[in-house]
């Protein structure tokens, strides 16, 4: 089955400083990409998704990459604030005659030190 | 509209007790999720009902288990409780089967096990 593998597990970036969050998964056969922002005791949100015939997609100061020959994808959050500090989780599935569950990475708890 | 609720939010059992865990998807999304968030290994996938059918189940051993109504409510339930067992336990619901779109996460219900 897929594995995700997501690095680094922590990071702290100062306030405007760019932040790098990188995935890598096992099966080419994923072709859904979603990453998730969970703020410290709240639900994990949707923030930015891609999908395989895409190589990328920026909304606002967040973009995600997507590098389907080296089964990796990246999350980009530039100008950071300290209202980007929590833990981002990558994960990935594949669209399917039947759906695949999502597979998450272990998460990146991100800290922004104004 | 309404987003996902889960009941109860806390609980404390006993090793050896059973719970069950309730969650209330948003109106329309036939999709219900379970995971099981423990801190350090992130989202972990336990299983998936669409109009209540098992679609996907994780690697998780027979003492969890759920189910899905007709309204889309579902329940999770675990027996023999174990100490290891204590975590976040999450929700999600979404319009498709699968993890191939939107996952809406509930807040959540809190386990613990002494």
């Known amino acids: 089955g897929e594995n995700v593998e997501q690095h680094p597990s922590t990071l702290s970036v100062q306030e405007g400083d760019s932040a790098v969050i990188k995935c890598t998964y096992s099966d080419s056969a994923s072709n859904y990409f979603p990453w998730y922002k969970q703020e410290l005791g709240k639900r994990p949100q949707l923030i930015i998704d891609i999908r395989s015939n895409v190589g990328e997609k920026k909304d606002q100061r967040i973009a995600v990459t997507l590098n389907k020959t080296a089964k990796h994808f990246s999350l980009h959050i530039t100008e950071t604030q300290p209202e980007d500090s929590a833990v981002y989780f990558c994960a990935a599935s594949t669209r399917t005659a039947g759906n695949t569950p999502l597979v998450f990475g272990k998460g990146t708890r991100l800290s922004v030190i104004a | 509209k309404a987003g996902v609720t889960q009941t109860p939010r806390y609980l404390i059992k006993t090793r050896g007790q059973q719970v069950t865990l309730s969650c209330s998807p948003i109106s329309g999304h036939r999709s219900v999720s379970w995971y099981q968030q423990t801190p350090g290994q992130g989202l972990q996938f336990l299983f998936e009902y669409f109009s209540e059918t098992q679609r996907n189940k994780g690697n998780f051993p027979g003492r969890f288990s759920g189910r899905q109504f007709s309204n889309s409510r579902s329940e999770m339930n675990v027996s023999t409780l174990e100490l290891g067992d204590s975590a976040l336990y999450l929700c999600?619901?979404?319009?498709?089967?699968?993890?191939?779109?939107?996952?809406?996460f509930g807040p959540g219900t809190r386990l613990t096990v002494l």
């Open positions: 999600a619901s979404s319009f498709l089967s699968g993890g191939v779109n939107e996952q809406f």
